[in-house]
């Protein structure tokens, strides 16, 4: 479905799964990112993926996307316990229960005094990819996503980063064993997002099923 249209089709079994709908959210977030303001080098995840979801709710590019998008939604038990909090939650209106978790992580940050971080352990850890993997943002769900905002604009340098912390990682993040940090079959999704966006996807086995991980990586325009 294009942004903007509404294709009026649901498949004859209801899947928020399959192909079409992951790329469709995919490729809504690498073009909202596009289009909003960029964020400053010293704006915190939390507000950058404000700005993020505000843009899905708001920009008419939008209007017709079949999808309820809250930011920083909380999971409850049965008694209220908050088992976790989801940076990005897509929930397809004719689903149920189902629905799409991004977890954000900002990447190549400078903090005051100068000091540059890379932060690819901060990713690949338990409050983010590690998220998934122990179940907290999505027990039982097939796939899931994880953003990064580099600040720096360099994906080429994060990807690489990133692709090294993994696999150091490859077991404590329970790597499916043909699986590496790589390009998604679905990137031709994020073209129309900005240069330098890329899209990686890692396969993880958990008790119940295979975890298919996004890695949406979105490039911070700092001549902005």
């Not at 004719?94 to 629905?99: A, I, N």
């Amino acid at each position: 479905m294009k942004l903007g249209e509404a294709s009026g089709q649901l498949d004859a079994e209801f899947n928020p799964f399959t192909d079409e709908y992951l790329g469709e959210m995919l490729k809504a977030v690498a073009v909202a990112w596009a289009r909003m303001k960029q964020p400053k080098a010293s704006e915190c995840e939390d507000d950058i993926t404000f700005r993020l979801a505000g843009r899905l709710l708001n920009d008419p590019l939008f209007r017709d996307l079949p999808y309820d998008i809250v930011p920083q939604y909380w999971l409850l038990g049965m008694n209220g316990q908050r088992l976790g909090r989801l940076d990005l939650r897509f929930k397809h209106r004719f689903s149920q229960r189902d629905y799409f978790a991004f977890e954000s992580k900002r990447l190549h940050v400078t903090y005051p005094g100068g000091k540059l971080s890379p932060e690819y352990h901060v990713y690949a850890g338990g409050d983010g990819m590690g998220g998934f993997i122990e179940g907290q943002y999505s027990t039982g769900l097939p796939a899931a996503g994880m953003l990064g905002y580099i600040m720096d604009g360099d994906t080429k340098k994060a990807w690489a980063g990133l692709a090294t912390r993994i696999e150091a990682k490859r077991d404590g993040l329970c790597l499916l064993a043909a699986s590496r940090f790589i390009e998604s079959s679905l990137k031709h999704h994020i073209e129309s997002g900005l240069s330098d966006t890329r899209l990686g996807e890692t396969q993880h086995t958990l008790v119940s099923h295979v975890l298919r991980l996004f890695h949406l990586l979105l490039p911070v325009r700092r001549h902005l």
